[in-house]
């Protein structure tokens, strides 16, 4: 008895060693908001699914309209809180930003829209005060850490002006809560496999004849 429980104590310490050190984004079903669906990703640590930063590259969205849009959607503009949570999920590790962005959005080398060849992501939060200016949060492929900037552009700028700048600014955007139970990574899969095998070799050893 002592033998399976020490095996489920030490299987369940690994599994949450294995599942933290995973954490990472995965790419998450559609969602439909008001007549158009938007493509999103979900973030492994909370739950949380995210609309992926380039479904606001366009010539239209300002942050008043993507506000209005958002109301009552079950989706809201990520606070720097949000942010703060996701970041610690994928945070700025140069090798790691390309399969990250084919996720999240940004702009990254193949990406049919302008200035492919930027290597940023980034998008405009919630900060609290857009009547000072909105702000957003970034990151190039060589940073090592998030950037945040304050009180840029005006809520009724669009996003996507015509100045090279800014023509790939999109919009963090985060569910108000959980929509799906996130996916188990393979590595924690392959752990909770190893300690079920760590538990049924323990019960094999207890019947054993002395």
């Not at 079950?74 to 720097?80: C, I, K, N, S, V």
Request: proline share 4%; with cysteine.
């Amino acid at each position: 008895m002592r033998r399976l429980t020490c095996g489920l104590c030490l299987s369940i310490a690994l599994l949450s060693a294995v599942r933290e050190a995973d954490a990472a984004i995965i790419n998450s079903a559609n969602v439909t908001i008001g007549a158009t669906s938007y493509r999103t990703f979900q973030d492994t640590t909370t739950g949380l699914t995210w609309l992926d930063l380039d479904n606001f590259w366009d010539s239209t969205t300002t942050y008043n309209s993507l506000v209005a849009l958002l109301s009552g959607s079950g989706f809201h503009l990520a606070t720097l809180s949000d942010l703060t949570t996701l970041q610690a999920s994928i945070p700025a590790i140069p090798a790691n930003f390309a399969s990250e962005t084919l996720i999240a959005g940004g702009n990254y080398v193949g990406n049919p829209h302008p200035g492919a060849d930027r290597h940023l992501m980034w998008g405009i939060y919630e900060d609290g005060s857009p009547g000072n200016g909105v702000s957003w949060s970034w990151k190039f492929n060589s940073d090592l850490a998030w950037n945040f900037t304050s009180d840029i552009i005006a809520a009724t700028s669009t996003l996507r002006s015509g100045q090279s700048s800014n023509q790939d600014l999109g919009a963090w955007v985060v569910s108000d809560g959980v929509l799906q139970a996130p996916v188990p990574e393979p590595a924690t899969l392959t752990m909770f496999g190893l300690g079920a095998l760590g538990f049924a070799g323990a019960a094999l050893r207890r019947r054993r004849p002395a």
